[in-house]
């Protein structure tokens, strides 16, 4: 196979396995992301490693450049890339949240496109976005990263309309609760007191994401599975718009997209999490 395949946040957990499963598919794969010294054991693998911050238009254009040159152009683009900043609203300083936004967000729009116009040319492609169930179902204190990842279910959606008929498809891929770096708390000094009046509620929803994390085998069974199936996405000949997985992220977005009224799932999920019911 000479396809060539660009994985962002190619440096550790999902990204890392999104790599090295597109490779064994037999992809021309390369790995972006800043920190280069953490993809050696890739490198073994033969994905080539490129630094990049998606957040930087100079270093898009570096780590482009320098794919093109050494590997060819990008035929699939995975989107993987990612932070998540969580606290009460009031408590995570804007500084940070807009960087959820340019990373989660605006990089991956930025780098989308720049691989398009090859892409279209050719008339075939497939841009790959790693979204989440946050994309489709909202949790407290997670409102920076559930706005992202609904801005780019938004923008992916509305991108496979525009490209289908140059034969680039864009598709969805919703991971569900896997232990990564990706989970950021964020304690911000200059508003500590707040926290004395979100302690209780807050508290509870710290405690229940540990549960559902261990809960969750964490690790490297659940990654496969998100990275198989960017790998159903990146081989089909009518890529799905969205993949869910594992399974109990098909059944979180399911339930609340399907089953339950939203304002019913909007209240359960709060009241889980550990706060009052909504209005």
Not at 85 to 103: D, I, L, N, S
Not at 142 to 167: C, D, I, P
Not at 209 to 228: C, N, P, T, W, Y
Not at 231 to 238: D, H, I, L, S, Y
């Amino acid at each position: 196979m000479n396809k060539v395949a660009l994985v962002t946040g190619g440096s550790s957990g999902i990204g890392a396995m999104i790599a090295e499963e597109l490779r064994k598919a037999g992809f021309k794969t390369i790995a972006a992301a800043r920190r280069l010294e953490k993809m050696s054991s890739l490198k073994a693998l033969g994905v080539v490693a490129v630094e990049l911050d998606v957040t930087d238009e100079e270093s898009i254009d570096r780590c482009l450049a320098e794919v093109r040159s050494s590997v060819g152009e990008i035929d699939i683009l995975v989107n993987c890339a990612g932070v998540a900043p969580m606290g009460p609203v009031e408590c995570v300083p804007e500084k940070t949240g807009r960087r959820a936004f340019e990373v989660n967000y605006f990089g991956l729009v930025s780098l989308t496109k720049k691989c398009l116009p090859y892409m279209r040319r050719q008339r075939w492609g497939r841009i790959i976005n790693v979204s989440s169930p946050a994309g489709v179902v909202t949790q407290p204190f997670n409102s920076w990263y559930n706005g992202s990842k609904h801005a780019v279910e938004g923008f992916t959606k509305s991108l496979r309309q525009e490209m289908a008929q140059f034969g680039v498809v864009s598709s969805i891929v919703r991971p569900g609760a896997i232990k990564s770096e990706l989970m950021d708390p964020v304690f911000n000094e200059s508003v500590a007191g707040l926290y004395d009046e979100y302690d209780a509620s807050y508290g509870r929803y710290v405690d229940v994401q540990r549960q559902i994390f261990s809960r969750s085998s964490g690790g490297e069974s659940d990654s496969r599975k998100v990275a198989l199936a960017v790998v159903k996405a990146a081989t089909a000949e009518r890529p799905k718009l969205s993949y869910n997985a594992p399974l109990s992220a098909a059944a979180t977005v399911f339930v609340c997209r399907f089953l339950l009224p939203e304002n019913l799932s909007n209240r359960l999920f709060a009241r889980y999490m550990g706060c009052k019911d909504s209005p």
